[in-house]
C-alpha cells in the first residue's frame, strides 16, 4: 500500500509539472500582451486613469515574467522591472516607485522615446545611457529574488496607472550623494529616499 501511495504522488507531481509551467507560460505571454498595449496608450495620452481591469496587468501575470531574473529585456515589464532593481534595490519602496514613475513619465515625452525598453535603453549606442546600470557592463541578471519580485510589482502597478507620481513630473534623478553639474539646468521637484528629482524649465527634454 506504502509504495502505491508513493507512485500515485510521483505520477501526480509529473503531471503537475508541466500544466504549471503551461500555466506560467500563458500568464507570462498574457502579461507581456497587455504591458504592451498599456505603453502604447501611456505613450499616446496623459490620461491619469487608471487601466480597466480587463486589460490590465494581475499579481500572478506580472510575477510569471522573467521568473528566474534572467531574461533578455525585450518586453515592458522586463525592462521596467529591471530598471527599478538596479537602480534602487535595497532601498525604501517609495525609492523604487519613484524610478518607476521617471521612466513612465519619460515614455513618449518630447525627447524620449515611446516604449519602455527604449527609454531604459537610450543612449546606449553612445556610452552615455540615461540608466547607468545598462551601460555599466556588468551582469544585468538579477541577484536577490524578493527585491525582484517587488520591482516587478512595481512595474506592474506603473503599466496599469495604479502608482501615483511620487516625483511631480520628474524627468530626470540622481542620488543626493552627488552634484552633477547637469542638474543645474532642471528644476529640483522633490527629494524622495536618496534620490533627487527634476523636471525640464518648460516642456522640453533632452
Excluded at 524620449?112 to 551582469?139: A, E, L, M, N, R
Aim: one cysteine or more; charged letters at 25%.
Amino acid at each position: 500500500m506504502r509504495f502505491d501511495w508513493i507512485a500515485t504522488c510521483l505520477a501526480l507531481t509529473l503531471i503537475a509539472g508541466p500544466v504549471f509551467a503551461a500555466d506560467q507560460a500563458q500568464k507570462q505571454q498574457e502579461a507581456e500582451n497587455k504591458a504592451e498595449v498599456l505603453e502604447h496608450k501611456a505613450a499616446e495620452s496623459n490620461n491619469p486613469a487608471p487601466a480597466p481591469k480587463a486589460e490590465a496587468i494581475t499579481p500572478s501575470e506580472v510575477q510569471a515574467v522573467d521568473p528566474a531574473g534572467a531574461a533578455p529585456l525585450d518586453d515592458a515589464i522586463t525592462c521596467l522591472a529591471r530598471s527599478i532593481y538596479w537602480e534602487a534595490k535595497g532601498k525604501d519602496t517609495a525609492d523604487m516607485e519613484a524610478v518607476a514613475n521617471v521612466v513612465m513619465n519619460r515614455l513618449g515625452h518630447e525627447g524620449f522615446p515611446d516604449t519602455v525598453c527604449k527609454v531604459v535603453k537610450q543612449g546606449s549606442q553612445t556610452k552615455s545611457c540615461q540608466f547607468s546600470w545598462w551601460c555599466d557592463g556588468k551582469s544585468d541578471s538579477v541577484q536577490e529574488e524578493l527585491p525582484y519580485a517587488m520591482a516587478k510589482e512595481i512595474a506592474r502597478k506603473a503599466l496599469n496607472k495604479e502608482l501615483p507620481d511620487r516625483t511631480r513630473g520628474a524627468l530626470y534623478f540622481h542620488d543626493r550623494t552627488v552634484n552633477p553639474d547637469w542638474a543645474r539646468q532642471y528644476i529640483r521637484t522633490v527629494d524622495i529616499g536618496l534620490f533627487r528629482f527634476y523636471k525640464p524649465r518648460g516642456e522640453s527634454a533632452r
